[in-house]
């Protein structure tokens, strides 16, 4: 470990000529970054660009192919997340490391190194009573890390890292699982610390509201290669976006279409789901839904939403309520879907709409192929007429494949989520239900699904969209509800609300 002057305050690292190669696959080529001590510097780029090798090899995760780390002036070997450790190296990533059974006293005192066999805890109260007088946040060390909400956990896994002396941080995506205040909060504290020279940030991010407000200067990954990098405060957000994508074609924005007169499409009366230890996941959900209207709901995860989505598509069975469209029961089995219209895209498409190792062209007739005119006698299916509608819906759609015979597991995460919204969309669509459609996906792939959605909507679809996204949210939706503990405590047109007070009310209050 360096010594104590140097280990209290900020860190400067540089990469010069880092270097990942994995066979004849080049992750990272030639990247030279500079984060100055006190700073707080955003990594850019999409899936995919290197951000996470580029991270791994700077805390040992992976060995570089070539290039090296420079900690304060002076090349480092670090072989392992041990030796980033003893150089005040720290990383808080997008999954919690801590004990769920654990109190938030005792994570911090067993992540250190040279933890007794015996803990003194009368000794270890009082100097963890000292070090947080010296922290410009709290959480309550009493209380096991499972009962603590996500933005307490997220100031324990930092608190855990200055507690290790670990003064340069690296952020992976650390406002995920946070409601926009708990973000703000936390970015603004760190802030703060980067401005009094006491710890360095390197946070990867793709909230550029995020990036302009809190951080000094950004670095730009494109397929592992730096394209380009500045400062922060003065780059426009159309600046940063053209260096993560080139010269990709990214297509315009749906305009909204007013519309009239309209009328309740869906509706859901006191619906009631039990998780699966038998206790309650959802529980007096009531909402409507118009035709050419879209329903955000927004929420920290783990607040009910998935478990909404999946009694709405039939994967979690309803413990009481009702689901009703244009007035009529709808039970959730494939046959009603196609009589009342019901389509939708849920999370992680290739797990849950998809048989990966079956065709584009056979899980785009998964609606259809019992039906005319793929389908003759009700059970003949004729691979002509199948074939036809999936190159159809292909180039009309923008997926892009090699062939309508690829397996569906060989496309990127965007064309899968667009080959399976072209067969949700192939036919007239009355309900359309989203979940988390763009998570992870390239800037031309969120464009082209965000349009699609709103294109739905304007063709008089009543959609429900539920995502944890909420610049997504305030883009796309007509009004806002707010999931909180498996039930909606809050529903506002999105024009009479704003992200303050969304915020409040996913946090609870």
């Excluded at 390197?202 to 809190?214: D, G, P």
């Excluded at 469209?325 to 389509?343: A, L």
Aim: glycine share 8%; aromatic share 6%; charged share 25%.
């Amino acid at each position: 470990m360096s010594d104590t002057s140097q280990a209290r305050r900020a860190r400067s690292l540089e990469t010069r000529g880092m270097t990942k190669t994995f066979g004849h696959f080049t992750a990272l080529g030639d990247v030279s970054i500079k984060v100055e001590a006190g700073s707080f510097h955003a990594l850019l780029g999409e899936n995919g660009a290197g951000k996470s090798t580029l991270v791994k090899c700077i805390m040992g995760f992976y060995s570089a192919t070539r290039g090296e780390v420079v900690l304060d002036g002076q090349p480092v070997t670090i072989h392992s997340p041990k030796d980033a450790l003893a150089y005040g190296i720290g990383m808080v990533y997008q999954h919690f490391t801590l004990v769920p059974c654990l109190t938030a006293a005792e994570n911090l005192v067993i992540s250190r190194a040279d933890v007794p066999a015996v803990i003194d805890w009368a000794k270890e109260r009082k100097a963890l009573g000292a070090f947080m007088e010296t922290m410009p946040f709290r959480v309550p060390l009493d209380t096991q890390v499972s009962q603590l909400s996500a933005g307490e956990k997220q100031k324990l896994e930092i608190l855990k890292l200055l507690y290790l002396d670990q003064r340069f941080m690296i952020l992976d995506e650390p406002t995920s699982v946070l409601t926009p205040g708990e973000a703000d909060e936390m970015l603004g504290l760190l802030r703060g610390m980067t401005e009094r020279g006491e710890i360095t940030v390197l946070m990867i991010s793709h909230k550029f509201r995020e990036v302009k407000t809190f951080c000094d200067h950004f670095s730009v990954l494109r397929r592992g290669r730096l394209t380009g990098e500045g400062d922060a405060r003065t780059a426009s957000v159309e600046e940063m976006s053209r260096m993560m994508i080139g010269d990709t074609e990214v297509r315009a924005r749906a305009k909204r279409v007013p519309m009239k007169e309209r009328t309740d499409v869906l509706e859901l009366a006191g619906l009631l789901a039990e998780d699966e230890t038998g206790l309650p996941a959802i529980h007096g959900v009531n909402l409507k839904v118009r035709g050419g209207e879209i329903v955000g709901i927004a929420g920290v995860s783990g607040n009910g939403q998935s478990a909404l989505v999946e009694a709405l598509s039939g994967q979690r069975p309803l413990s009481d309520g009702e689901i009703r469209i244009r007035g009529e029961e709808f039970q959730p089995t494939r046959g009603n879907f196609y009589r009342f219209k019901v389509f939708g895209l849920p999370e992680e498409p290739l797990k849950n709409a998809a048989v990966p190792r079956m065709s584009v062209s056979e899980n785009i007739a998964f609606r259809t192929f019992d039906k005319p005119p793929i389908s003759s006698l009700r059970w003949w299916m004729r691979p002509g007429p199948m074939k036809r509608k999936a190159q159809e819906l292909i180039a009309r759609y923008n997926v892009k494949t090699t062939s309508p015979e690829a397996a569906i597991e060989t496309l990127s995460g965007g064309n899968v989520q667009r080959a399976i919204l072209a067969r949700e969309l192939s036919s007239d669509v009355d309900v359309l239900i989203v979940a988390n459609p763009c998570f992870g996906l390239d800037f031309a792939s969120v464009a082209d699904i965000r349009s699609q959605i709103m294109e739905a909507r304007n063709r008089g679809a009543a959609v429900l969209l539920v995502s944890e996204d909420l610049d997504e949210i305030l883009e796309l939706a007509d009004r806002v509800a707010v999931m909180s503990g498996g039930t909606i405590s809050y529903v506002s047109p999105i024009e009479e609300t704003d992200r303050n007070t969304i915020g409040q009310h996913m946090a609870g209050h």
